[in-house]
């Protein structure tokens, strides 16, 4: 049975997602450590000027730039659903621009097919 461009789609769209499923966690914004002082006055600490360290998640929400503290343990997980955001971001890309070739191309076939006519 010849296959329909359907078809080719519906494969295409299984192997992408079965791709996307392997990057989960996925976040996208940005996680930085920072270095706070605390309210007790004779913090050795404080006082060397070490501080406390703190996690900073940084995301823009309704075109607003927001923040959230993140709790220490959380930190490995979220850095990770950073980095797979940002993979996927990059899949999307390349997503987009091989929609834009393959119309290009098949295209180009049926006009040299009605050319030759
Ligand atoms: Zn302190």
């Known amino acids: ?12 769209k299984g192997t992408f997602l ?25 913090c050795p600490a404080c006082i060397r000027g070490d501080k406390h360290p703190a ?12 923040c ?7 930190v490995p997980r979220l ?4 980095q797979n955001g940002r993979r996927m971001e990059e899949r999307l890309v390349q997503k987009g621009c091989e929609m ?3 119309y290009r191309r098949e295209r180009d076939m049926r006009d040299r097919r009605k050319g030759t006519a």
Do not use: F, N
């Open 1 to 12: 049975m010849k296959k329909s461009s359907s078809d080719k789609v519906d494969v295409r």
């Open 18 to 42: 079965a791709e996307v499923a392997e990057l989960w966690p996925m976040a996208k914004g940005s996680l930085a450590e920072v270095h706070k002082p605390c309210i007790r006055p004779t």
């Open 55 to 66: 996690y900073i998640y940084t995301y823009m929400a309704g075109g607003r730039r927001r």
């Open 68 to 74: 959230m503290h993140v709790p220490r343990e959380l």
């Open 79 to 82: 850095r990770q659903a950073i």
């Open 100 to 102: 834009v070739r393959e």
